[in-house]
């Protein structure tokens, strides 16, 4: 049973994606709240509307911002999502997946929640997600990891290596052991 979020407890331990709106969209609103750290709140029956410059780490949250600008923490952005985009968040449960864009070579997290889980992607606690991503950043911006190991397209391996890391809980060196000259 999932737990049903409002304007009550959405701050609290909560994993969601917020997706960029216009400012337009809150010229209409009346504000609910103004954070400790600045960032303002605008509450409807669907959901809430969120006015910040840092997105991320909240309190003990993760919010992150779905954005097109790179610029997401120096620039104040609004933010929407619904009640039903809120998942409970901890450190220590296995509640996270990894996800990679190939066409922007981005790594990104999501919730085992989430409606686009297909269940294939390994799930793992926060470090371990945060680990991976940085791996997995390694992987796709670099050769050097590469460089003993025995392959004939360094593209077609790094498609390999990152589907295992992504689907497996193999550590990167166990991985690469497969490719070892």
């Known amino acids: 049973m999932s737990k049903t979020y ?3 407890n959405f701050h609290k331990h909560t994993f969601c994606v917020f997706k960029e709106v216009p400012v337009i969209d809150i010229e209409h609103l009346k504000l609910n709240h103004k954070s400790n ?12 509307y ?5 997105w991320g780490r909240a309190a003990n949250c993760r919010w992150r911002l779905q954005s097109d600008s790179k610029l997401v ?7 929407y999502a619904n ?5 409970p968040n901890n450190e220590q449960e296995n509640l996270f997946y990894v996800e990679v864009n190939w066409e922007t070579n981005e790594v990104t997290f999501q919730h085992k929640f989430n409606p686009n889980y297909n269940g294939k992607a390994q799930l793992r606690n926060a470090s371990e997600t945060a680990k991976t991503i940085r791996t997995l950043n390694e992987v796709l911006a670099t050769d050097n990891w590469a460089k003993y190991l025995n392959f004939n397209d360094i593209n077609e391996l790094r498609k390999e290596i990152v589907q295992q890391l992504v689907t497996s809980n193999a550590s990167f060196i166990e991985i690469k052991r ?3 000259v």
Not at 50 to 54: G, M, Q
Not at 73 to 79: A, E, F, L, P, S
Not at 83 to 87: A, Q
């Open 6 to 8: 409002n304007k009550f």
């Open 37 to 48: 750290s600045g960032s303002t709140y605008y509450f409807t029956e669907a959901g809430v």
């Open 50 to 54: 969120r006015v910040s410059n840092h």
């Open 73 to 79: 923490n120096q620039r104040v952005k609004v933010g």
């Open 83 to 87: 009640w039903t985009d809120f998942y």
């Open 178 to 180: 497969n490719y070892s």
